[in-house]
């Protein structure tokens, strides 16, 4: 190994096992892959557009908007739990026919989630036309359960899938109040990313932050407006959420202060143990944005980005009422890209330990794949979080130490060909 030109030995894992792999997986990806992903992605379309429930949370959101226009309340459905700036941007699915919506609906939700993979890839350089960034999409499509589930009920989460790996990218450009514009627009589609006002903190940016929080109380200050009784939404919405809704939502919250007590622990004592993890969560946050990258390391901040905001979705989701499977489409994806980096979370097996319930093939106990199925989204959560706050917490430093062939000049860079090029702009911490 010493004999190898250019190869980097990591103080805390050894040599980085992953670079072959990483490396096969940047090449250009052929024509007839690119097609077969494509006819994969379709496929998943057509077939959610067929089912019978297809579409079933996005139509709470529609009914919301129609009643609006019918002169009625929206927040008198205790299931319809957004802001009333969510109606407005509802109502033009509330004027296409719903022969249009059951074909349009499923490429659109494809359609976000595409683009969230899209900005993933971008935050780590990876080449669109690779084969991870084109058979790795399709591939995540198939396998990863909660892929699917979303693209079949529709439900909004695709919007903050698709805007918080934007936000970061512009982020990471040092656009910080463009960052902050579209998180405040996913907030006014769902109150999802509200946690990420976090970062704005972490980070001083304080023009980003009032554009998080103004514009969803522009928008829902205007639905409000635009509605009878909107003091509902204070009055019946707001206490029926933070009670975690009711016996309907319970069977698919992963949330530990809902699958706890399930297992026969108090709710007295889940409840403390799950803001203590989100608490421990938020040091962990804070903890691996204070952390600087080491010496000699060539990056542009989007490996701590992207930990420091996973890491602060992940608390949110340990103590959030409730908390779905795909909720992580928010995160999973941009720790996917990360793998071109060294000592990225996928290129540790335990990453995959984790996120081994969510992928299909599979085989679990029957009683694990209906009304218990939260178990898993529920390991599959914590672990997670476990794994990022332990990386976030740990006291040691990645160190980089070139060994060279004799006679051949010593390496100053990371051999990663998603390394951003000097020419890329960085962001400003």
């Not at 297992?263 to 203590?276: S, T, Y």
Request: aromatic letters at 10%.
């Amino acid at each position: 190994m010493g004999l190898r030109s250019g190869m980097w030995l990591r103080k805390w894992d050894g040599p980085d096992r992953g670079g072959r792999l990483v490396a096969w997986l940047l090449r250009p990806a052929s024509r007839p892959w690119r097609i077969l992903s494509l006819a994969v992605l379709l496929g998943v379309c057509v077939s959610t557009s067929v089912r019978a429930n297809w579409g079933s949370d996005n139509a709470f959101v529609v009914k919301a908007a129609q009643t609006l226009l019918d002169g009625g309340s929206p927040y008198e459905d205790k299931r319809f739990l957004y802001l009333p700036s969510a109606v407005i941007m509802a109502v033009p699915e509330a004027l296409l026919p719903q022969a249009v919506l059951r074909w349009a609906l499923p490429l659109g939700m494809t359609g976000l989630l595409a683009a969230g993979w899209w900005a993933s890839l971008k935050l780590f350089s990876v080449p669109l036309r690779s084969r991870l960034a084109v058979g790795g999409y399709a591939l995540f499509a198939v396998a990863y359960k909660p892929y699917v589930n979303l693209v079949l009920i529709g439900n909004w989460t695709a919007i903050s899938a698709a805007a918080l790996p934007l936000a970061l990218l512009l982020a990471r450009r040092s656009a910080w109040g463009s960052a902050g514009l579209v998180i405040g627009l996913a907030i006014a589609c769902k109150p999802m990313l509200v946690p990420i006002g976090v970062l704005f903190l972490f980070a001083r940016q304080w023009r980003g932050l009032a554009a998080a929080v103004l514009v969803p109380l522009g928008l829902s200050l205007a639905g409000a407006l635009l509605m009878p009784s909107p003091s509902l939404f204070f009055t019946k919405t707001l206490p029926f959420l933070l009670q975690g809704q009711d016996a309907y939502a319970l069977p698919w919250d992963a949330s530990p202060i809902a699958v706890l007590p399930r297992l026969g622990v108090p709710a007295a004592v889940a409840v403390p143990v799950a803001f203590a993890g989100a608490a421990v969560g938020l040091w962990a946050a804070w903890t691996r944005w204070r952390r600087e990258d080491p010496a000699g390391v060539r990056d542009d901040g989007s490996l701590r980005l992207v930990e420091t905001a996973s890491m602060v979705m992940l608390a949110a989701f340990l103590v959030s009422r409730p908390s779905f499977d795909h909720y992580l489409l928010t995160i999973v994806p941009m720790l996917l890209a990360s793998v071109v980096r060294p000592g990225s979370m996928p290129r540790s097996p335990w990453f995959w330990v984790a996120v081994g319930p969510q992928l299909a093939g599979i085989p679990w106990p029957s009683a694990l794949e209906a009304k218990r199925r939260a178990f898993k989204d529920c390991f599959t959560l914590c672990g997670l979080a476990m794994l990022l706050a332990r990386r976030s917490l740990r006291s040691d430093r990645v160190i980089l130490e070139p060994v060279t062939t004799t006679g051949s000049p010593p390496r100053t860079e990371p051999e990663c060909a998603a390394t951003p090029a000097e020419s890329a702009s960085r962001t400003a911490f």
